[in-house]
């Protein structure tokens, strides 16, 4: 594992055209296999303690994410919290999962944190359906996303000033909701 994170984290010395890291396909299994456990082992919803590093998309940006990490401490030196969207429009999304799982598999991650039991953090936002948080606690994983309801709520949903209560979203997956709700 030391050697991925390492070969990993030399990307930050090369020019940018040329920051790909070879991974191989037993490497991408065994970080797959270890995070897994990793991630089982832990709650659904984390209760976590400031301070803490609380980071959105990141959307396979990997230099971003090395920026983040050369300027916030890397994760053996600071707490960090990822809300998702880890991969997407970057370049170097494989990579980016790569790191991200090697310091610590998707349907087995946290769904979410509360930090010094009053701050809420998940990558969506609120779930009509959610009114307790012991409903996100028994959440079972591994689990898949479905095609609505409070886990497809908490990682799709997104806060929107001009809508009241709740909303559909543009992305016809789950809701806009409001200061109401």
Not at 122 to 132: A, I, M, R, T, W
């Amino acid at each position: 594992m030391d050697n991925l994170i390492e070969r990993l984290l030399e990307a930050r010395e090369v020019p940018i055209s040329e920051k790909f890291v070879q991974i191989s396909d037993d490497e991408i299994k065994f970080l797959c296999e270890k995070s897994k456990e990793i991630f089982l082992s832990q709650p659904v919803l984390l209760e976590l303690q400031a301070p803490i590093n609380i980071c959105g998309n990141i959307c396979g940006q990997y230099t971003d994410l090395l920026r983040h990490f050369d300027q916030s401490g890397f994760p053996y030196e600071s707490n960090y919290l990822f809300l998702g969207g880890y991969v997407n429009r970057g370049k170097q999304s494989l990579e980016t999962i790569c790191l991200l799982l090697a310091y610590k598999c998707f349907n087995c991650l946290p769904i979410a944190a509360i930090i010094n039991e009053k701050i809420f953090c998940c990558h969506g936002g609120l779930s009509p359906e959610l009114y307790s948080l012991e409903q996100i606690r028994r959440i079972q994983r591994p689990t898949d996303v479905p095609d609505m309801g409070l886990l497809t709520d908490l990682l799709w949903s997104d806060p929107d000033s001009e809508v009241e209560n709740w909303s559909e979203n543009d992305a016809g997956i789950s809701f806009r909701f409001g200061a109401i709700a």
